[in-house]
């Protein structure tokens, strides 16, 4: 699936099943909620803290995917082609950073 079809995707699916889309600051407040959600599972799986029973071993991939739909429905309601802006950033990536992990001893 491109970006493209991605975005075209969730848009179909709030139009068919949501109803309309969250205002876009609500979606922000969800966008941060499901970071913390991935965050937590890094923070316990990966990271140092204790995994608690009541964790019920989470799907990481879920929680991505769930970061991924929601910046995707901000991309919409704002009229942000994200195929657009992702390769507009990346070119800028690539232009500011060409040299600069070359030389990082801690890479």
């Known amino acids: 699936m ?17 109803v309309r ?39 990481l991939a879920d929680e991505l995917a769930d970061v991924l739909f929601v910046l995707v429905c901000l991309a919409n309601q704002t009229g942000i082609d994200l195929t657009e802006a992702v390769n507009k950033n990346l070119q800028k990536k690539s232009l500011r950073d060409k040299d600069r992990h070359h ?5």
Request: hydrophobic share 30%.
């Open 103 to 107: 030389g990082n001893n801690k890479l």
């Open 2 to 18: 491109t970006i493209e079809q991605l975005q075209q995707t969730v848009d179909q699916w709030i139009k068919t099943f949501g």
């Open 21 to 59: 889309y969250f205002n876009e600051l609500t979606n922000t407040a969800l966008l941060m909620e499901e970071v913390g959600e991935v965050a937590r599972i890094m923070a316990r799986r990966y990271g140092e803290q204790s995994e608690k029973p009541s964790d019920n071993n989470p799907d």
